[in-house]
């Protein structure tokens, strides 16, 4: 079942105290073509894998116990519940749990997933990042990935949604512009990618990756459940 977004109003609640700051979560290794591609852009994106991953984490004991990290209040999840709730026992599931034991390890493990994409069912990390820095454990999390990738059959879960998490890009681009997060968020960024998604509601921030002169900043932001409204399709 589809679930629309109706109302026109996205709240970008972006912890700008900490734009700026140089990532040592994730850092470069960005190739020309890279560059030259992204620079002077803005892309507001939902990765798969970073879906993937936050459908992971939104199962954990942990974020059970900090009802501030997963947006709980809409229909997009009460569908996500109810379709994934059997998988909550998954070794994916409880070995992501066992490995968070602060928020800062949340954030860590969010930054890091931007790094990461989907290649028929292979949670691999993307040509232009490295993680070699990361406290968070991704080459072990990975086959897991990919087990509850596959035992869940999540691509089918991320395909029937494509509308809601379109629906969220196409309000969020028409509310920012690459020059307005230049002069108000970044003013050294050459690129901006937004990365949103209907399950995340806390640790709204930014993280900067650098590297061959180029700059660009990666907004996580937060989108309350007063300025998204789901209604189910008739």
Request: glycine share 6%.
């Amino acid at each position: 079942m589809h679930i629309k977004l109706y109302h026109s109003l996205i709240s970008l609640a972006i912890l700008t105290t900490i734009g700026g700051c140089k990532s040592y979560d994730v850092t470069s290794r960005y190739t020309s073509r890279y560059i030259t591609s992204n620079t002077g852009k803005l892309a507001v994106v939902t990765p798969e894998a970073y879906e993937l991953g936050l459908s992971i984490l939104a199962l954990t004991e942990f974020a059970g116990r900090d009802t501030s990290l997963i947006n709980s209040n809409t229909d997009y999840y009460r569908e996500f519940k109810a379709y994934f709730d059997k998988y909550k026992s998954h070794k994916a599931v409880v070995q992501l749990n066992a490995g968070l034991t602060s928020a800062k390890m949340v954030e860590q493990f969010r930054n890091g997933l931007f790094a990461f994409k989907l290649i028929d069912g292979r949670f691999a990390l993307n040509e232009n990042y490295r993680i070699d820095n990361s406290k968070i454990q991704f080459k072990r999390y990975a086959i897991l990935f990919e087990d509850f990738y596959r035992d869940s059959n999540f691509e089918g879960f991320y395909s029937a949604h494509q509308s809601t998490y379109g629906q969220i890009r196409q309000k969020t681009e028409g509310l920012v512009s690459f020059d307005n997060l230049k002069s108000t968020l970044n003013k050294d960024a050459n690129s901006f990618h937004i990365v949103v998604s209907p399950l995340m509601k806390g640790f709204a921030g930014t993280m900067d990756i650098k590297g061959m002169n180029f700059n660009e900043c990666v907004v996580f932001p937060y989108l309350t459940s007063s300025s998204l409204v789901y209604k189910q399709a008739k």
